[in-house]
């Protein structure tokens, strides 16, 4: 991303509140443009938690979109991950 100019920030963080009071952080991987969380992964197969928890950082940072990336199997795997919450 960087040779080709585009913007991201690693390890984007932020944080988590639950009634009012700061509870913790949580990581994205990436983001991209500050418009898409992308998530990386290096399993042998993806699973629904991994699709969750991509979901629940597209919601939470209030992005159109987010792309879960596995690097781990025998071949590419890759997700495209929508937040309907946002119009």
Known sequence: MER???EF???AEQT???QGINVGTRRADFV???KVIV???ALTTL???HL???KNYVVAYKFEKGLLINFG???LQYKLIFNSTVH
Do not use: G, M
């Open 32 to 34: 991209v443009d500050n």
């Open 39 to 41: 998530e990386l992964k």
């Open 47 to 49: 699973e629904d938690v």
């Open 9 to 11: 920030v690693r390890a």
């Open 73 to 75: 199997a025998t071949s």
């Open 52 to 54: 969750a928890q991509a």
């Open 16 to 18: 988590i509140y639950y």
């Open 4 to 6: 080709a100019n585009i």
